[in-house]
Structures are given as structure tokens and as C-alpha cells.
């Protein structure tokens, strides 16, 4: 295969070619092989193909004396109604984006894509050629679509943390909060004055009406800041 082929494969979006002549619907594990695919014809090897855990796929990826691993997993949340792409991707991060040869103690950290995601985006990924902004990006997409339907036994309300990527170069964001709150049948996110400080975005979520105690980090955790004698859960 030509190299103007395999670039213009790895440049268009995975799912595109991955579903291409399919008349049912995709699993994750066929979006997965259809990876392991794409990724030979990018000179990547998958050298190693487990089930690391039920239903997660950890691929030992090889290009030349490089090495690396990148993990896949079931969506969490079943929202529809935001396009995304059909699988977690889960990295190691250090300095805060993915990286090819993180601590032996970094965990996991799982985060979903736009449905347009391409294989080039999954090899910069495992091989942490991401830059900030990029990363940044998509884990504010994974925020977004993470909260974006309301959740069972969860608080009413909470912070989200995010970054604002639009720093020159590659470079760190600067953390932002917004203020999300759900009823029954749907959920709001608000915009807040730019604090990094959730002490702060909770002040002013209170002048809202609102009374955060927990927020989720941009790694996806739920981070408890404020004491409470009790959550309002939905």
C-alpha cells in the first residue's frame, strides 16, 4: 500500500472505514479489530492482544524500536443523542497528557472521543505525540458527553472542570469550572466566571441557587471538596 493510501486511510475518520458494507451495528470489539486493522496498514504491529480485564482489550503497539500500550473498553454511558466514537480509550498520562513510557504506578485513565476520531489520532495517543491543546480538547468533548444525560444517584448538581486550550503553542490550558445540574428528564451546564479554584466556582454556583460539593476532574473522577451532611441525589 502506497504512502499517500495509508495516509489518507489513518486521516479519515476510523468508524467510517471500520463500518463501511456493514448493514448491522458495530460492537466495540469489532470496532476494535477494525482498528488492529488500520493499524497494520499505518506500519504499527500489535504485538499483543488481551482481555486485561471483562470487556477491556489492552494492544501492545510496535513501530520500530518503539513500544507502547493503548486500552479499549465498552462506552459507559449510552448517551445517543452526541455523536461518539464507539469505544473508551484509555491511556497513561504523565504532565498531564497521554504518554508512550509513563511510571509504573500511572493509572489508567479512560476518556471518549468524537465520532470522527481517526487511527492517526489513536497511534498519537498511544505513542503521546498529543499535544495539550489536542488532549485538552478532547477531554473537554469527554466531559461534555459524559454529563450531557441526567445520572442515577448522583448529586442534583455538581462542578465540571475544563480546560480552556487556547494557549499558543504547545502548552497547558488554564482550568475552568461550569456548573452542571440535572432534573428527572435533563440536565444543564452553565457557564461561571473563570476560577480555577472549585471553592470559588462553588460560591458562585450558591448565587445560582446551587450547592456543589463534589466536581468531576478532567481525568473523569468525581473529586468530593466541600463537607455535607447529605448529597440531594436525583
Not at 64 to 82: A, Y
Not at 107 to 131: H, K, M, N, R
Amino acid at each position: 500500500m502506497t504512502q499517500d493510501v495509508t495516509r489518507n486511510l489513518c486521516a479519515r475518520p476510523a468508524l467510517e472505514i471500520i463500518s463501511k458494507g456493514r448493514t448491522e451495528t458495530t460492537t466495540w470489539y469489532q470496532v476494535v479489530q477494525g482498528l488492529k486493522v488500520l493499524f497494520n496498514f499505518a506500519g504499527i504491529d500489535v504485538t499483543e492482544w488481551k482481555e486485561a480485564e471483562p470487556d477491556m482489550l489492552e494492544l501492545r503497539l510496535e513501530r520500530g524500536d518503539q513500544s507502547s500500550i493503548i486500552w479499549f473498553k465498552p462506552l459507559e454511558r449510552g448517551v445517543t443523542d452526541m455523536p461518539v466514537f464507539p469505544v473508551m480509550v484509555g491511556a497513561k498520562f504523565m504532565a498531564c497528557k497521554p504518554s508512550a513510557t509513563p511510571h509504573d504506578d500511572c493509572e489508567i485513565t479512560y476518556f471518549y472521543l468524537p465520532w470522527e476520531c481517526t487511527a492517526q489520532d489513536l497511534i498519537d495517543i498511544a505513542f503521546g505525540e498529543v499535544t495539550y491543546p489536542w488532549i485538552e480538547s478532547v477531554q473537554n468533548f469527554s466531559a461534555a458527553y459524559d454529563m450531557s444525560a441526567p445520572i442515577e444517584r448522583f448529586p442534583r448538581c455538581a462542578l465540571v472542570m475544563l480546560m480552556d486550550s487556547s494557549t499558543k503553542g504547545d502548552q497547558r490550558g488554564s482550568v475552568y469550572f461550569k456548573l452542571w445540574h440535572q432534573t428527572e428528564n435533563s440536565v444543564e451546564l452553565l457557564d461561571l466566571e473563570p476560577t480555577n479554584s472549585p471553592f470559588s466556582a462553588a460560591e458562585q454556583a450558591k448565587q445560582l441557587g446551587h450547592s456543589p460539593t463534589v466536581y468531576r476532574c478532567h481525568s473523569g473522577c468525581i473529586v468530593p471538596f466541600l463537607p455535607t451532611s447529605g448529597f440531594d441525589f436525583l
